[in-house]
Every structure is written in structure tokens, then in C-alpha cells.
């Protein structure tokens, strides 16, 4: 029911009738054998079109299931780095992060900390920067360097090119002739810089759960 004593109308036909009282208008409708409904209720005055009301609804219905299979549901993974964390270790992640990112989700990069590495938040920034530019291809950052507790971790968001050919190859394969960024081998590891500085502490590197990611063999 229409409570405003004036409205703006617009006929079936999408012509503008200007504004008239709601009387007159209700009565236009009921000419026509259609009904007037509310379309903008927040205008001033409100804006009301005369149309068919089941087939108004029926459209927007429509719009909204259509809406919502079009809408991607996007899950959140994440990938947990140890400060020393070695350079095949860190490639490992690095493609199952990539891999994430292809399939569309949003990627939750954390280094975790343990006694004296608390005190190197610096280097844990480090090593995501590295792991953010290994995904540069992959995905974008969505929020900067965050620490909560003794983690500190990044979001990366996928690329909408990547996000849209989920379901195409094997997920994080690179293109031909291309190569994913990777540290060279033998190079200088967050962990080497700890130990430089006779500072490395005691912890050993913990790999994650096996239903997460496989530990990937030692090299002799």
C-alpha cells in the first residue's frame, strides 16, 4: 500500500509522467489493468512504475539466481613458513600456494615464530616478500604484512585471469618457455642470516601435517 500523497510515474511503456498524486496514478494502473509499484521508495518524491507486479517479481527473481551463479564461492587456504625454512621447502609451498590461487581461493601466507625469532620480525617480512614475488604470477596481495601473536602473515587474492580458467591444466603450471620465480639453489636462506648472526635458535624445521602437504624427499 502506498502511504505518499505524490509520486513520480513511469507507464509500462518507460515514459517519464512526472509527478502526480498517488489517486491518479493508482488510477492510470488500474486502466491499463496492471499495477503500480514502488521502485525507488527513498526518492523524493518516490518513484513508482505501473507494470505487471507478478511478472516484476518474477524477473527479479530471476536476475537473483542468476546473480548467484555467476557469484564464484571463494574458500581460504593457508600456508604456514618457518623462519628457516629451507629453499626446497619454501618452492614446495610456494606451488601449492600457486595452485590455491589458480583454483580461485584466497591464500593465507604466515611465518610463524618460536623464542629468539621473535625478536627478527624483519626477517620474517623477508621471507614473504620472497614467497609473494614466487606468486607474483599467481595472485596479488590483499592485505600487507600483519602480526597476530607470533605469526605474521600476508593474504594474497588470485588474479581474476587465473580465477576464471579454474578447471583449465593442472592448476599452477606455467606457461611455455616460462619458469616460476624461484631463489637459486645454494642461495642465501632467511634461516643463513639467523645462523650469521649466531642467533639461530634451537627449533628444528617443522613440516606440516601430512594431510596438508607432503614432506618432499631429503636430497643426498
Known amino acids: 500500500m502506498i502511504r505518499i500523497r505524490e ?9 517519464q509522467l512526472g509527478v502526480m498524486p498517488t489517486a491518479q496514478a493508482l488510477a492510470l494502473a488500474q486502466e491499463k ?6 521502485v525507488a521508495p ?34 581460504f587456504k593457508e600456508i604456514r613458513l618457518r623462519v628457516k625454512i629451507d629453499v626446497n621447502d619454501l618452492r614446495t609451498k ?14 593465507k601466507v604466515t611465518v610463524q615464530f618460536r623464542g629468539r625469532e621473535m625478536t627478527h620480525a624483519n626477517l620474517g617480512r623477508d621471507l614473504l ?8 604470477e599467481h595472485g596479488t596481495i590483499e592485505r600487507q604484512p600483519l602480526m597476530e601473536g607470533r605469526n605474521l ?4 587474492a588470485p588474479l581474476e585471469k587465473r580465477a ?15 619458469k616460476p620465480k624461484q631463489p637459486p639453489e645454494g642461495g642465501e636462506t632467511i634461516g643463513d642470516r639467523l645462523a650469521a648472526k649466531g642467533q639461530a635458535p634451537t627449533a ?11 614432506k618432499p624427499a631429503e636430497q643426498g
Request: net charge negative; charged share 35%; glycine share 8%.
Open 204 to 214: 628444528t624445521v617443522e613440516s606440516e601435517p601430512a594431510a596438508e602437504e607432503p
Open 164 to 178: 576464471e580458467k579454474k578447471g583449465e591444466g593442472t592448476g599452477a603450471a606455467e606457461a611455455p618457455g616460462q
Open 42 to 75: 527513498t526518492a523524493v518524491p518516490p518513484v513508482c512504475r505501473i507494470l505487471d507486479y507478478g511478472q516484476y517479481k518474477y524477473e527479479l527473481q530471476k536476475r537473483e539466481r542468476e546473480a548467484k551463479k555467476k557469484q564464484k564461492s571463494q574458500t
Open 7 to 15: 509520486v513520480r510515474v513511469i507507464d509500462d511503456e518507460g515514459q
Open 129 to 136: 616478500t620472497r614467497a609473494a614475488e614466487m606468486l607474483a
Open 33 to 38: 489493468g496492471l499495477d503500480l509499484v514502488e
Open 94 to 107: 610456494a606451488r601449492r600456494a600457486a595452485q590455491f590461487l589458480d583454483d580461485g581461493d584466497r591464500v
Open 153 to 156: 602473515y600476508i593474504v594474497m
